[in-house]
């Protein structure tokens, strides 16, 4: 683990792939670290926002350190890297994408397969990123591991589910993007007058299923 400084008000800790990410995420979750106000993980880093009138950041550090060697010794403390349970949502999905077939043929699998394979596993919010309210989803099929379109598209249309790598999502709004789209849900997974806004938090648990066009 590699442990930045920024500047008085957050530490950085960079880790080697998402499970080490979410395990060190879900035991700092239960750890009191005084002075830090927010812990915001992503793909493989983690970042602790600290309250500069609070925080000791070497103290910190030293028990951000304490707790990530813990884990390396006892890595049955980090199984499954689990979050904290934020409740579950179902989301209904039509499974027209555009790059469904191609996803077929990238897994080995029908069409049909990748479909029950996408809505008969449970997915969870690792984290947010790229857009407000996109939440990366993993822990489906692993048979769904796909690379990132060749070429990325400059319109992705809200509501737009896809794959990359190891990860699912949900367009939360019209931008550009460059996952492999395999269908579309009408359910508003960002909306500003909603508290909380964003409907795919960190530690919320996510079953898609099939709907009719």
């Known amino acids: 683990m590699r442990v930045l400084r920024c500047a008085d008000s957050g ?7 998402p499970d080490g990410v979410l395990a060190l995420y879900a035991a700092l979750t239960s750890e009191e670290l005084p002075g830090v106000t927010d812990l915001v993980p992503a793909a493989r880093t983690l970042l602790l926002r600290l309250d500069p009138q609070r925080a000791d950041v070497a103290e910190i550090e030293r028990m951000v350190r304490a707790v990530h060697i813990d884990h390396v010794d006892h890595p049955e403390h980090a199984e499954g890297g689990e979050l904290p ?29 990748v479909v029950h394979a996408h809505t008969t596993t449970e997915w969870t919010v690792a984290f947010g990123g790229f857009a407000p309210g996109f939440g990366y989803l993993v822990g489906g099929d692993g048979r769904l591991r796909v ?3 060749s070429e990325s598209r400059t319109r ?3 509501g737009a589910v896809g794959l ?6 949900i367009y939360p709004r019209e931008s550009p993007g ?3 789209l395999i269908g579309r849900t009408d359910l508003r997974i960002w909306q500003v007058d909603r ?3 964003a409907l795919l938090r960190p530690g919320v648990r996510v079953r898609f299923e099939e709907v009719g066009p």
């Open 11 to 17: 530490l950085l800790l960079e880790l080697d792939d």
């Open 85 to 113: 349970d934020r409740g579950r949502v179902i989301v209904p999905v039509c499974y027209d994408g555009a790059d469904l077939t191609e996803v077929a043929r990238l897994t080995g699998l029908s069409e049909r397969d």
């Open 147 to 149: 690379s990132r379109r």
């Open 156 to 158: 992705v249309p809200a």
């Open 164 to 169: 990359a790598g190891e990860f699912s999502g």
């Open 178 to 180: 460059g996952w492999q």
């Open 195 to 197: 508290d909380p806004p």
